[in-house]
Each structure stands twice: as structure tokens, then as C-alpha cells.
């Protein structure tokens, strides 16, 4: 993940904190500005939330189509999406192509790379997940020179926040979008990680904590070893996973960014900067881990971002470990490759690229420790919930409750003058979740491969929801009903939804596609409107419910109305009596005193088709006169009801 050099890490939301604010006569440090403005950000995402949704857009943005076999390829839509309440866009910045595709994300430079791992090539039926993946990282001034300040000869300032996002593929997944996604999540839930279906945020459950080591015997008595952590600096240690049970650590929240040019022999690498070190305790010694990154995003002025560690599928390098140390002189070391093919295949791709445009990123880590007995990594790899492992040098000890996911990252702020403290506090106790990366996911579409005959076909169903914005919502819904599952409205229950139209005033129920189990009783009501959606809205009786009642019945109310949809009903058998959607054309109920109820079981009503969708139920006893005056009005409600559709 991108790092800032920052002095600490404090967002705790159960502190229900809304800001920062300064006060006069006090130092203003870097953590209060950056978590104020977090308060504020977050407070905006979640607003955000709570008006989109988990995840929705107002136009095509995202949408999934025109897929190939060979190769594996879709476009992506140009537009917007929404993800955990975070705006991610297609198409609006210079440079990039609308729609993009597939293989060419204007988030993902490298995903044509050798070694990186796409979805296989179906050879029978089967049905594929595209889902979006969303997060933020920091952009440094070493990865967009504009932002640095000629002024101060060279010297970085702050850095800038950029969302990212990619779209990926899970092959072999459920038929249906809720299961497909359902079955995305599972694993991640069974190592008790958790995800958040009302914001779309996918949470490790891998705790930190932190411990100090014993107080060795010293060697001048006058000058004991004290408790806690024994550097001399003010320090924000950094501790990274980067497999599910290793990790890495460093000083200064691991800051440095580097770019640098590197030519592979071998298992060996050779590292030149073209951005050097700018003070000595940034030089990489022997010993140490180095972490060297592809591009993974290009911004407008055509500066690249580098592709990050977020989880397991997304972002990362390779590592290597400093063989012989940085000479300031030649602005060179070496280093032994974990993965020397990997390497290869990043600089092979910057085969392209003109010469004096050709680097890759560098970032220094403390490997923890010696490796483990047989093991071949260039991390500390971890047990959860065994002893604590010292981070060497610093007296302080960090010790897992389980494995995490690949990018989380924790930001421990250790200070010489409190020693035996660091923050957040929750290090010492109960042990504190990472610090980031916050990461958001929704599905997209489903991709179905199937045959007919001996040709596989393919077709992408859309898994993606969508809203009107405020100046284009046509008003004409009082109150909407959904089911839960298949649409979400303002009520669950089409008897709720009338109940809360305002008594003695017009109104319209417009009932949302799905399924309704219940029976719905209106009593003293008048002028309203009940709308489904055609063969998508099915009303039928509640399970168990054997009894021959009527779905709709009406007591004392006039102009009881359905709206327009040029669709056929959907007839849903079920237990006792049942419609694919009730509406009447118009029905107006005898007045106070009498009661009128459609029933199935009883013969007092005769049902008709009216239109192209409703069945309306007729009373014998009504006079050829108010049933002329009442079917001419019906007409008229019927046209309006159309018209404002």
C-alpha cells in the first residue's frame, strides 16, 4: 500500500468524533490536519451511503458488454459508479479511452504483463463474476513531479489522495448475481474476516498487539536499560503484511519512495536511483528488504502511479534482499531476487517505452529477524496467537490473533519520552485492526457461457444498480415498495405503504419488482394509485395461508386505482388465492355502513380483463348508470395514470 510520512495514525470512529479544530498558541502537527480531514471524508462517504447504497450509478458507468473468448475481454462502460459511498469514474480524464476494456484499465497499466494471472479461456458452460474493487492511496511528489515545489530545492510537502479502482474477474461462480458474490466473500468470511453488505467494505479480522521485550542486564550500571521501546527518535513504525502470515517492517511509516532503474543476472539485481536518498539513514544497507514496483496507473499529465499492495490479486512487486549496500557515490546496490522471473517480466514490459522514460519504484523494509529454520522468505513469518517476535532494535514485540489479508498494514507510534506507551492505545489491549487499506467491493455482471449445439455462447448479465439523480426523478411515487431481495423501496409491505399515505389526500404506491406474500386490508381511504412493474411485481397469498381470501380487499374507499405498465401480469400460483398483480382499472367501495371484499370464494364479484394487465372485480348489484359514470372515470384515471408514467 502507499504511505505517507506522517508521525502517527489515529482514526477511531467509535469515538463518534465529527472534527478537528485548532486552538491558539499550540503547535499544529501533521496528525491533526490529516485526521481532521479524514472525520471529514469519511463523514461524506457515509452520507453518500445512506442516500446511494452500497453501490449504484446514474448513467452506463461500469456496465459490462461485448465479451470475447479469445481473448478473455469486455468493455467497460464509460461513466460513473458509486462503491461504499467513493465516486469512481471512466472517461472524463485526458488520455484515457471511453469505454476502456477488459485487458486495457486505465487502473491497471500492467495487466497485459507476463506472469499476471487472467481468467482462463471457458471450454464448456459456465458462469464468471465481474466485480469492481475500490480503495484510495496516497500519490507522492516521486511519482507526480508537479507536486513538487521548485522553491524548496527539491523538498516534497504533502501528498495527494487519488481514488483507484479495477475491475476483476472470479471464474466458475454461481448462476445468480447475490450468489456469485455471495460465494466471492465466503472464503474471506471463514478466516473471520468480515464484509459489509450495507457499505460494501470487506474488513480484515487480524488484530495487532503489541508487547515490549525484557530488560536485558545492562552494561554500565549507571545508565540502566529502561522498559518499553529503546529508540532515540520520535517514531511511526509501519508493520505490513505481506502474505497472509508475513510481514515487514519499517521506520518513518516506510516513506522513502524511490525510482530507480534495475538490470537482472541471474538471481542478482542491480539497482541505480534516479532519485537518490536524500539524507544517509534513508541509504538501504546490507541486510535490509527491498520492495521494487510496477507502474499502476497513469495520470493525466502523464506522470505513473505505482501499483500497490492492496490484497493478494491486486498490486505488489517483488522483493529482494541488499547484498551489498548503497554507495552514494554510484547511486548503486545489489541485491539477491526472490523472484527473478517476476522481475524479468516488469522490465519486459517497459520494453516499449522510450529508455529515459523506463523505471520502476523502490521502497526499504526491516525483514523482522532471521528467517525461520527452512523457511525461504524474505518477511517474518508469523503463528497466530504464539509468543510476541521482537521488531530487532527497538524493544517493542508484535504478536497476531490470526492470518490477515495481504496489504493490511499497522502504523504504531512509539515516542522516546513515554517509552512503555504507544498509540493507538488499543496496541496494548485488546489488540487494534489495521490501519488500511480500506478496501471496497461490488459485483458488476455475470458472464454465462453456454452451448448450443456444439458453439459456446456468451452473455453478460448485469449485476450493477442504478438511481435517477433528484432533478430527474418524476415525483409521482408517494411511497415505494420493495421486497428486500430483488428491489428495495421505502416499505417492505404494500399494507405499510398505504398505511403511511397521509390520510384524506392523493397518493400512489408504486411496488417495486419481486415477490409479496401478504393480504392487504384498505379501509377509508380514497384516491390512490397502486402501480407494480408488470410481470416482475408478483402479489400472492402468505405461505401456510390456506384460507380462500382476497388479496386486496377494500372497505369505505373511493378511486382506489392501478397504474399504467404495458405488461401482462405475472400469474404466481400459491397456497389459498393468488395474482400476479391485483389492480383494478378502478374500484370504488359501497359507502359507510356496507362492505365489499373479492374473494375467490364467493360469487358476488365477476372478474374482467381491463387493458393489457389488470383483472378488476365488478359488484352484480351495481346500477347500469354508476357503472357507465364509473368506467367512463376509469377511462380518464387510466389515461392520466399513462400519462404521468
Not at 497466530?384 to 497476531?400: E, Q, R, S
Request: glycine share 10%; hydrophobic share 35%; net charge positive.
Amino acid at each position: 500500500m502507499a504511505t505517507q510520512d506522517i508521525s502517527r495514525h489515529l482514526y477511531q470512529p467509535e469515538k463518534h468524533y465529527s472534527g478537528a479544530r485548532s486552538q491558539k498558541g499550540r503547535v499544529i502537527l501533521d496528525s491533526d490536519f490529516n485526521e481532521g480531514e479524514i472525520l471529514d471524508d469519511e463523514s461524506q462517504r457515509l452520507v453518500v451511503v445512506d442516500v446511494v447504497g452500497r453501490h449504484g450509478s446514474p448513467n452506463l458507468g461500469y456496465s459490462i458488454g461485448n465479451v470475447t473468448k479469445v481473448p478473455y475481454d469486455f468493455t467497460i462502460g464509460s461513466g460513473t459508479y458509486y462503491l461504499g459511498g467513493m465516486r469512481h469514474e471512466i472517461g472524463s480524464s485526458p488520455g484515457t479511452t471511453a469505454p476502456q476494456t477488459f485487458r486495457k484499465q486505465s487502473n491497471w497499466l500492467q495487466s497485459n504483463r507476463p506472469g499476471v494471472t487472467l481468467p482462463s479461456q471457458p471450454v464448456g458452460p459456465r458462469n464468471d463474476l465481474v466485480y469492481l474493487v475500490g480503495w484510495e492511496q496516497p500519490v507522492s511528489a516521486t511519482e507526480d513531479g508537479e507536486l513538487l515545489e521548485a522553491a524548496l530545492s527539491g523538498l516534497d510537502t504533502s501528498d495527494r489522495m487519488r481514488r483507484m479502482d479495477r475491475v476483476l474477474v472470479a471464474t466458475g461462480t454461481a448462476g445468480t448475481c447475490a450468489a456469485a458474490f455471495e460465494g466471492f466473500v465466503g472464503p474471506f468470511i471463514a478466516l473471520n474476516h468480515s464484509y459489509d453488505w450495507a457499505s460494501g467494505e470487506l474488513k480484515s479480522g487480524a488484530r495487532l498487539t503489541v508487547s515490549f521485550e525484557a530488560v536485558p542486564t545492562p552494561d554500565d550500571l549507571c545508565s540502566p536499560a529502561g522498559n518499553g521501546y529503546r529508540g532515540h527518535e520520535n517514531q511511526a513504525i509501519r508493520i505490513q503484511l505481506f502474505a497472509p502470515n508475513m510481514y515487514l517492517w519499517s521506520y518513518d511509516n516506510a516513506a522513502p519512495l524511490f525510482r530507480v532503474r534495475a538490470s537482472v543476472t541471474g538471481s542478482e539485481v542491480t539497482v541505480e536511483f534516479m532519485t537518490a536518498p536524500w539524507q544517509q539513514e534513508q541509504f538501504p544497507l546490507k541486510g535490509q528488504v527491498l520492495e521494487i514496483l510496477p507502474w499502476g496507473a497513469q495520470i493525466a499529465n502523464g506522470e505513473r502511479v505505482a501499483d500497490h499492495r492492496i490484497d493478494a490479486n491486486i498490486g505488489g512487486g517483488v522483493l529482494a534482499r541488499v547484498t551489498t549496500s548503497y554507495n552514494p557515490r554510484t547511486k548503486t546496490l545489489k541485491a539477491s531476487i526472490e523472484d527473478a522471473a517476476l522481475l524479468t517480466n516488469m522490465l519486459t514490459w517497459l520494453g516499449p517505452i522510450p529508455e529515459a522514460d523506463r523505471f520502476l519504484y523502490l521502497r526499504v523494509w526491516n525483514p523482522g529477524g532471521p528467517k525461520p529454520e527452512g523457511v525461504d522468505t524474505y518477511g517474518t513469518v508469523f503463528v497466530p496467537n504464539d509468543p510476541a517476535v521482537a521488531l530487532p532494535g527497538t524493544g517493542i514485540k508484535v504478536a497476531f490473533n490470526q492470518v490477515g489479508i495481504v496489504g493490511d498494514y499497522w502504523i504504531v507510534a512509539a515516542r522516546p519520552n513515554t517509552p512503555e506507551e504507544v498509540v493507538p492505545w488499543a496496541l496494548k489491549s485488546t489488540g487494534a485492526a489495521p490501519s488500511g487499506p480500506r478496501r471496497f467491493y461490488c459485483p458488476l455482471a455475470i458472464v454465462r457461457w453456454t452451448l448450443a449445439g456444439e458453439v459456446l455462447q456468451v452473455a453478460a448479465e448485469s449485476c450493477r444498480r442504478t438511481f435517477r439523480p433528484l432533478t430527474r426523478l418524476s415525483g409521482c411515487c408517494s411511497v415505494t415498495v420493495g421486497d428486500g431481495a430483488t428491489s428495495h423501496g421505502d416499505y417492505t409491505s404494500i399494507q405499510q405503504a398505504i398505511l403511511a399515505l397521509p390520510p384524506n389526500e392523493p397518493g400512489k404506491v408504486c411496488v417495486l419488482p419481486g415477490v409479496y406474500e401478504e393480504r392487504v386490508h384498505v379501509v377509508g381511504r380514497r384516491n390512490i394509485v397502486v402501480e407494480g412493474c408488470g410481470p416482475r411485481t408478483i402479489l400472492r397469498s402468505p405461505p401456510g395461508d390456506t384460507l380462500s381470501k382476497a388479496i386486496f380487499t377494500l372497505e369505505r374507499c373511493d378511486d382506489i386505482q392501478r397504474g399504467a405498465s404495458p405488461s401482462r401480469p405475472s400469474v404466481s400460483s400459491g397456497s389459498g388465492s393468488s395474482a400476479g398483480w391485483w389492480p383494478a382499472a378502478r374500484r370504488r367501495c359501497p359507502r359507510r355502513g356496507s362492505r365489499s371484499r373479492t374473494s375467490s370464494s364467493r360469487p358476488r364479484a365477476t372478474p374482467r380483463r381491463i387493458g393489457r394487465r389488470s383483472t378488476t372485480w365488478r359488484s352484480r348489484t351495481t346500477s347500469p348508470r354508476s357503472r357507465s359514470a364509473r368506467s367512463a372515470r376509469s377511462v380518464r384515471s387510466i389515461s392520466r395514470s399513462s400519462a404521468a408514467s
